[in-house]
């Protein structure tokens, strides 16, 4: 008989993500006994980590050979507000860390790939080639719940990785900055965050709104 790998996202009766090599002919059984949504027939899981951590020069790094990206692990915390846009591109561009000095301050797509556990990171349509906030963001396609991740306390990103041994309290809502802005009619309206906490690609025009920076470099270059 022929089966097909489909990749399912849902909770289970005992609250378990699951992701099954399934029959065809028992589907239906599945579905009506699991409670399970399913999403995409894909061989990607969402929860999958595709992070190496490597260390450099003394420092830690992670490595992501499928989007060929290096990330800084071991970050000050700093938060910086809308107003300090500057210092933020600032302190990536003059970064020396890990034996590396071409860090920049990631832009959306890149900041996405981080994270895990949410179909937001392919179905939000706000992304570098569309920036439209009004046209290309919907809380439906751009965010999940709040701290269902997978990650340590709930957030959408790889467990033991980010965090740092940080707590919720210490992080917040673990807004990160990107390089992107977000337009209205050709006018720069904001600025574009990725918050881990929700897995939402948003915008922030609050000055009082604080976010943090990971910074980012290219594998290769």
């Known amino acids: ?20 090599v399934i ?15 399913i999403v995409s027939c ?25 989007h060929s990206l290096m990330w800084q692990i071991k970050i000050d915390w700093e938060p910086y507000n809308f107003n300090e846009r ?16 071409d860090w920049k301050v990631p832009t959306i797509d890149e900041l996405r790939t981080m994270i895990v556990g949410c179909p937001s990171r392919e179905k939000c349509r706000l ?3 569309c920036l439209d906030i009004r046209r290309c963001w919907t809380a439906s396609e751009c965010m999940c719940h709040p701290r269902k991740g997978p990650g340590e306390q709930g957030y959408y990103f790889d467990e033991e990785v980010w965090l740092n041994g940080k707590t919720y309290k210490e992080v917040v809502n673990a807004n990160f900055w990107t390089s992107n802005v977000t ?17 939402e690609t948003g ?19």
Request: charge should be positive; glycine fraction near 6%.
């Open 1 to 20: 008989m022929k089966q097909v790998k489909c990749l399912f996202h849902g909770l289970t009766p005992k609250g378990l993500k699951v992701s099954k």
């Open 23 to 37: 029959n065809l002919q028992i589907l239906k059984w599945v579905v009506l006994f699991c409670s399970i949504s």
């Open 42 to 66: 894909k061989k990607e899981d969402l929860n999958k980590s595709i992070y190496q951590l490597t260390i450099s020069k003394g420092q830690t790094v992670a490595i992501d050979k499928e």
């Open 86 to 101: 500057g210092k933020v591109f600032a302190y990536c561009k003059n970064l020396n860390y890990a034996g590396f000095t």
């Open 127 to 129: 992304s570098e080639n």
């Open 183 to 199: 337009l209205t009619d050709g006018e720069s309206t904001g600025i574009i965050i990725v918050n881990f906490l929700a897995a």
């Open 203 to 221: 915008s922030i025009t609050d000055p009082a709104n604080m976010k943090f920076v990971r910074c980012v470099r290219k594998l290769n270059p």
